[in-house]
């Protein structure tokens, strides 16, 4: 089964952050790849720009376009893992595994089709 595993990111919790801890979760990061890709669960990963989002609505006779991310709350979805795992658990072991679970949420979502 394919799972998204969707990284939530806030600014408080990246602007505590150290130059050593972001080094830190970089590398926690690239294990995590390494250790996805051999095992043959690794489809994509990736990190999102905030910097360049856009949202994108169409209006009555015209398309809205506003900068994003746009959401109600105060985070957004910085970073994503797609995994082709055994069961539902292993998804969540491998969202555990994360660091960024120390400061912010990591929702899991299973791929439909």
């Given at each position: 089964?394919?799972?998204m595993?969707?990284?939530y990111s806030n600014e408080e919790?990246w602007?505590n952050l150290t130059?050593?801890?972001?080094d830190?979760l970089n590398?926690?990061?690239q294990?995590?790849?390494?250790e996805?890709?051999?095992?043959?669960?690794?489809?994509?990963?990736?990190e999102l720009?905030?910097?360049?989002?856009?949202?994108?609505?169409?209006?009555?006779d015209?398309l809205?376009v506003?900068?994003?991310?746009?959401?109600?709350?105060k985070?957004?979805v910085?970073?994503?893992?797609?995994?082709?795992?055994?069961?539902?658990?292993r998804?969540?072991?491998?969202?555990?595994?994360?660091?960024?679970?120390?400061?912010?949420?990591?929702?899991?979502?299973a791929?439909?089709?």
């Amino acid at each position: 089964m394919q799972y998204m595993l969707l990284i939530y990111s806030n600014e408080e919790g990246w602007n505590n952050l150290t130059k050593a801890d972001e080094d830190a979760l970089n590398r926690a990061h690239q294990k995590l790849l390494a250790e996805l890709s051999a095992s043959g669960e690794m489809i994509l990963s990736n990190e999102l720009s905030t910097t360049d989002a856009k949202v994108v609505r169409r209006g009555q006779d015209r398309l809205l376009v506003v900068d994003g991310p746009f959401t109600e709350a105060k985070e957004f979805v910085g970073g994503f893992y797609i995994v082709d795992v055994e069961s539902i658990e292993r998804a969540v072991d491998i969202a555990g595994s994360l660091q960024e679970t120390a400061f912010a949420e990591v929702e899991i979502r299973a791929l439909m089709h």
